[in-house]
């Protein structure tokens, strides 16, 4: 894996889904969709779609997780929940969260129509991790175990020229234990 660089598994940005910060999240979903039918067979599906700003720069990511926490507008109360695990907020505690602000007591049809209108920038999750085009699949191993995240940004020089993802990287070591 040492001789392999992330530029061999990058997914191009002109490849992955994006979408404009003022964009619904049923515009996202959309994107996401289109982004799908157009992957070459094998490849792992799009799990996520990038958010740009009014400048074209890629401002944040709405992964599946984020889809889900959007279709809930109480979670923005609770402000960053993994911060709230990380520090070591007790199940407990967390209980008598969900039970005082009651998440998910709508039906899902009401969540699902109510989310269609959310706004991305709103829903984003902020993509502050980046690893180069051209280190090695071992630094890029590194980083994502380090920030366990399911993706990062890739970079040439100070641009982004596309997305790693972790399930690719995770393939490509399957493959090669195989070997």
Same mark, same amino acid.
């Given at each position: 894996m040492s001789d392999s660089r992330v530029k061999d598994l990058m997914i191009p940005l002109d490849d992955f889904p994006v979408v404009r910060e003022n964009a619904t999240l %049923?515009?996202? #979903?959309?994107? =996401?969709d289109r982004a799908q039918e157009s992957l070459p067979e094998g490849r792992q599906p799009f799990r996520a779609v990038l958010v740009i700003n009014s400048d074209g720069k890629i401002v944040g990511k709405i992964g599946q997780l984020a889809f889900l926490k959007a279709l809930e507008p109480k979670y923005a109360a609770l402000g960053d929940l993994d911060q709230l695990v990380r520090a070591g907020v007790s199940d407990e505690a967390q209980s008598l969260m969900m039970e005082h602000f009651r998440f998910f007591q709508d039906d899902i049809n009401d969540l699902c129509r109510r989310a269609r209108t959310v706004i991305a920038g709103d829903a984003m999750h902020p993509l /502050?991790? &980046? !690893?180069?085009? &051209?280190? &090695? %699949?071992?630094?890029? =191993?590194?980083? #994502?175990?380090?920030?366990? /995240? %399911? &993706?990062? =940004? !890739?970079?040439?020089?100070?641009? #982004? !020229?596309? #997305?790693l993802r972790l399930s690719d990287l995770f393939e490509e070591i399957a493959r090669q234990m195989k070997c």
């Open positions: %049923l515009e996202a #979903i959309e994107a =996401l /502050t991790e &980046s !690893v180069a085009e &051209s280190d &090695s %699949l071992n630094e890029a =191993l590194h980083k #994502i175990v380090f920030y366990q /995240t %399911l &993706s990062m =940004l !890739v970079t040439r020089e100070n641009d #982004i !020229v596309g #997305i």
